[in-house]
């Protein structure tokens, strides 16, 4: 029975000899007529152009295991940069401030309507004051008038008849001054009592307004702590809801470690490995490489090379091995 290096020669040496096949074909389809010993030529005579020293293949092929093979550090994923949250919390100060703002209108237009609704009244207390006192001088104006011209028709019709001088016109003359003057005085009177009836609903109204706007300040004060007290604990809330926010980031940031170094952990075992995934495009790389290496060297030093270099024979696997040993080292078997 066949060893397992002979069946996988014999594979290599077959799909090798199908790979040599179809570039004859290729190249004698673009060349015309053009004899197969001539087109080999050419591409001996390209591959010399393009000759690669034995350091630049070893740079060549450390590129690859570079761009292959596992390094911990930087296979790792970049860490996640959490925003935190920033709140600029007022002071308590700020806070007595925005409340009182909030509450402005409400404030000017309380005192406002105590202040119109009071000067409301009171004006229509001084219109009937006023009006009292006018009525009263159109009332002592009329009563004195009227007095006079009694007194007047009097002592005209005295003199009439001759008794001017008389103790009885001097009588009658004295009680009609004397009633006039008692007309006046009551209306005088009269009308200082309803004044003084008017100005005391005045003053009334003044202490009225007083007390209005002092029951308000004490209801304006009390809404005013309200407010504070809402707005404060509204400013507590949102400082507690960012520090839970930040400190459950922070939570994060320490799991993210934890996986981190897990990973790391991981990936350190791998450390100059390629991935199974990979493996297949990583020896087939370098198999191109050597092939190109060995494409510029003449027949005798690349078969010596492929047979007796570490380098070359390390590189890659075995299927890639002898197919590059079939190539350039087959015929001295």
Not at 87 to 106: F, G, M, Q, V
Not at 269 to 282: D, T
């Amino acid at each position: 029975m066949a060893s397992y290096t002979e069946y996988l020669r014999k594979a290599v040496k077959e799909d090798e000899e199908k790979r040599k096949a179809a570039e004859n074909s290729a190249e004698i389809m673009a060349g015309g007529d053009k004899p197969a010993a001539n087109v080999a030529t050419a591409a001996k005579a390209s591959a010399a152009s393009t000759y690669m020293t034995e350091s630049q293949l070893a740079g060549e092929l450390n590129k690859i295991d570079d761009l292959y093979k596992v390094s911990a550090s930087d296979s790792l994923p970049d860490p996640i940069e959490y925003e935190r949250l920033e709140y600029d919390a007022p002071t308590d100060e700020e806070i007595e401030e925005n409340a009182a703002s909030a509450l402005e209108d409400y404030r000017k237009t309380g005192i406002e309507d105590i202040e119109n609704d009071s000067a409301n009244r009171i004006e229509d207390k001084e219109n009937e004051r006023a009006a009292a006192k006018k009525t009263g001088e159109e009332a002592a104006a009329e009563a004195a008038a009227r007095y006079e011209k009694a007194i007047g028709d009097f002592e005209s019709d005295a003199l009439k008849r001759g008794l001017a001088r008389s103790s009885i016109a001097l009588n009658k003359s004295e009680e009609l001054q004397s009633e006039k003057v008692k007309a006046l005085t009551d209306i005088r009177d009269s009308v200082n009592g309803e004044l003084s009836r008017i100005d005391g609903e005045i003053n009334a109204l003044v202490s009225d307004r007083e007390k209005a706007l002092s029951d308000f300040n004490i209801a304006y004060a009390a809404k005013l702590t309200e407010k504070i007290s809402e707005l404060t604990e509204k400013r507590d809330e949102k400082q507690a809801e960012v520090l839970k926010y930040n400190n459950s980031l922070a939570e994060k940031e320490r799991e993210d470690q934890l996986r981190m170094l897990e990973l790391y952990g991981k990936m350190s075992e791998q450390e100059g490995s390629v991935p199974e995934s990979k493996l297949a495009e990583y020896y087939e790389a370098k198999y191109n490489v050597i092939r190109e290496y060995l494409s510029g060297l003449d027949a005798d030093k690349a078969a010596r090379e492929i047979k007796d270099n570490p380098l070359l024979r390390n590189s890659v696997s075995d299927y890639f091995y002898y197919r590059l040993y079939n190539e350039f080292a087959g015929s001295s078997v």
